[in-house]
């Protein structure tokens, strides 16, 4: 925080936690979008401010941002309620409206002789050196003011976001919750598009958001993380752009949110797309390695011989479930030390013989287990036990050897692997 | 002269705004033409960086390629995480269009580029880049707007069919092998090469206004697909003039003046009409 203001900092703090809580709200109610409408239309009602009283000193700008979200707010659910229309194409509808009345009165101020008429066009994009430390107050107030109405609301979202024919059961005044989610965010909007631009607005609130999605299951959870990555992405945002020289705070902080709301989708422990993709890779190749080595252990088991070098049609022949990659998988068994190449022959090391041995011992109590235990016939068990003994744990393993200790044979009349005789 | 092809460049990127805009607004994904106009920005200033600013096609190749990127990776996402389109169309414009307005921070040298500009877009200076063409200097923005004006009739009329049924049911559309995502995509697409195209000419609030609003206005009054999609056009011809005279008069953007006179045009819609939900 070297070189940046106390002031400021605490405003980002503030508004930062205040965005993802309302962020958070939105995403449970799947009106994210609407964030974008009611902080664009923040433009028309601070240029109005400015044209009639030529005025922009914070409070002024309250109370006209605040009136022109309401407007749009408004204007929001009158179409919604009185029209078919679905609630996407009305966003867009209102936001062009909204927008464009900005637009207009910005094109006129522009003719006005006024010097603070710079100040609108900061708060299309966003400028968060020109906080001033008197400002600080109201957005402190602010954010916990909305913070306790969305605390103070909590068991309402609950019912609102996720089972709403319940909520009515319960007498909850759902569709009056979700009007009051809308003005909550109405009012609140002002903050967001304070330090980040209107334009940009929205990214505050949804990057916090879905980190708190991604990372936790319970909405209380999720609003309490969503609030606090929003206030640390806020500040990091602002620390990087006071540290480096020409980048702008309301870009700069939407980049970082953004970039890891990306990372967030893409990696989160639960839901996260790539992760998911590289557990399912890794398996499919351990599992791979785990198939080659049993099959080796057959092409032994035939010849009688267990230092017999294997070529790769022994192997292709006694696999039943081929490996993505013979050539990979062997190369990779090479460097753990599990088997030993001499020119295109193969023998198995004393662990990957151990190895093996256990594998295949897993591989027939399991059809042993499936044939008697569980009654299906001998011909089905194959394919079972080669499914599962890729994912068996060590305790179930356990209880597998001490509840099948004394058979020699499995369903197929091969040997058991019991111990080193093999 | 300058004045008749503003408005036919208007007109014309308007037909085809509301052309798609009647399949958007029965589908319901207004807010994508939003979503893409502001994701586009990284893509123009690449585009300015390495061709300049004068007669430079860069911009407009490389902004139809992110757009379509964005168009797809928006649907893509939604289908892997399974949650809604809003979430991760509000993640990826913003984040795009910060990045965009990073890149200027970085370069401001190089790119002379007011990312109002871009924002606002206005009309008024269609005029300005000719191609030459036989001797005849022809506005480059009536060139690239006759084309996706041309190419999405051509869509509409030769996939009428199916994009009706995958706009009405999509599980019919499924069972007759219509391929309705395939539409779906499709008119992403376009209204991704639609965007890129009209936010050098009309501007992004413009755009948004003419994608939903005569479409909207036309589906609150029209009882059938077709009277729909022919009212539109009426609609976006009288908002077009309606909004130009209104833009000139008090001296405002002329986008902003035809965005104004829409807002009000569907108000008293919604007031008139009684289509029940």
């Known amino acids: ?422 | 002269m300058e004045w008749f092809w503003v408005i036919v460049v208007l007109l014309l990127v308007g037909s085809a705004a509301s052309l798609l805009g009647s399949f958007i607004v029965l589908k319901g994904f207004g807010m994508l033409g939003d979503a893409i106009s502001h994701a586009v920005l990284p893509a123009i200033v690449i585009g300015y960086l390495i061709g300049g600013i004068y007669d430079n096609q860069w911009f407009l190749i490389l902004a139809i390629i992110l757009a379509v990127i964005t168009a797809l990776s928006i649907e893509w996402l939604h289908q892997k995480t399974r949650m809604y389109p809003d979430g991760i169309m509000g993640l990826i414009f913003t984040f795009l269009f910060a990045l965009g307005l990073l890149m200027i921070d970085l370069w401001t040298y190089s790119v002379d580029l007011d990312p109002e500009c871009v924002l606002f877009g206005e009309a008024a200076y269609i005029p300005f880049s000719f191609f030459v063409i036989n001797q005849a200097l022809v506005p480059k923005q009536l060139l690239f707007s006759l084309g996706i004006w041309f190419i999405t009739i051509m869509f509409t009329v030769a996939g009428f069919r199916a994009l009706a049924i995958s706009t009405f049911d999509t599980v019919y559309a499924h069972s007759i092998r219509m391929m309705p995502s395939f539409w779906q995509y499709s008119v992403s697409v376009l209204v991704a090469i639609l965007t890129v195209i009209a936010i050098e000419s009309v501007g992004i609030v413009l755009l948004l206004s003419i994608l939903v609003v005569p479409a909207s206005i036309a589906f609150l009054w029209a009882k059938r697909l077709h009277s729909m999609i022919i009212l539109a056009q009426i609609t976006n011809i009288a908002l077009t003039s309606a909004g130009l005279f209104f833009a000139i008069y008090v001296d405002i953007p002329i986008s902003a003046g035809i965005s104004i006179i829409g807002g009000f045009a569907l108000l008293i819609s919604v007031i008139l009409t009684r289509k029940k939900k």
Request: hydrophobic fraction near 50%.
């Open chain 1, 1 to 422: 925080m070297m070189d940046l203001p106390l002031h400021i900092f605490i405003a980002l703090a503030f508004i930062g936690w205040f965005s993802g809580l309302m962020g958070s709200i939105l995403l449970v109610h799947h009106r994210v979008l609407i964030g974008d409408v009611l902080s664009h239309s923040v433009l028309s009602g601070a240029a109005f401010v400015f044209l009639m009283f030529l005025d922009v000193s914070f409070p002024m700008l309250i109370v006209g941002a605040i009136a022109s979200t309401l407007l749009a707010a408004t204007l929001i659910e009158f179409v919604k309620d009185r029209t078919p229309l679905k609630e996407d194409v009305i966003l867009g509808i209102v936001l062009a409206f909204m927008f464009a009345i900005g637009i207009a009165f910005l094109a006129l101020a522009q003719k006005m002789p006024s010097v603070e008429k710079t100040m609108l066009n900061t708060l299309l994009l966003g400028e968060v050196s020109a906080i001033l430390p008197s400002e600080v107050p109201y957005m402190v107030i602010a954010s916990i003011l909305g913070s306790f109405v969305i605390w103070f609301l909590y068991r309402g979202w609950f019912f609102t976001g996720f089972d709403t024919v319940f909520g009515r059961t319960q007498r909850v005044p759902i569709s009056s919750l979700r009007k009051t989610l809308l003005f909550i965010v109405a009012s609140g909007i002002l903050l967001t598009a304070y330090i980040s631009g209107v334009v940009l607005a929205v990214g505050l609130l949804i990057a916090p958001a879905l980190i708190g999605r991604f990372f936790s299951t319970r909405l209380y959870s999720t609003l309490l993380l969503s609030g606090l990555s929003g206030a640390v992405l806020a500040v990091l945002g602002g620390v990087v752009s006071a540290k480096v020289e020409g980048l702008s705070t309301g870009p700069l902080i939407i980049f970082s949110a953004g970039l890891i709301g990306l990372l967030t989708i893409l990696f989160s422990p639960h839901y996260g797309i790539i992760l998911h993709k590289i557990k399912y890779v890794l398996f499919k190749w351990s599992r791979g390695q785990e198939n080659i080595l049993r099959a080796a252990y057959k092409v032994l088991e035939k010849t009688g011989n267990m230092s017999y070098a294997f070529s790769l049609e022994d192997l292709r022949q006694a696999c039943d479930d081929p490996p993505p990659s013979w050539t990979i998988l062997l190369k990779v068994l090479e460097i753990r030390g599990l088997v030993k190449r001499s020119g295109s022959r193969w023998t198995l090391t004393n662990i990957g013989l151990e190895k093996a041995r256990r594998l295949t011992r897993l591989h027939r109590l399991l059809e042993l287990y499936f044939s008697e235990i569980v009654k299906i016939a001998p011909e089905k068990v194959h394919s079972y036990a080669e499914s599962l003994e890729h994912i068996i744990t060590p305790e179930v393993e356990q209880r597998l050897y001490e509840l099948l200790r004394d058979r020699q044979y499995d369903p197929h009349k091969k040997p058991v692997p019991w111990n080193g005789s093999g």
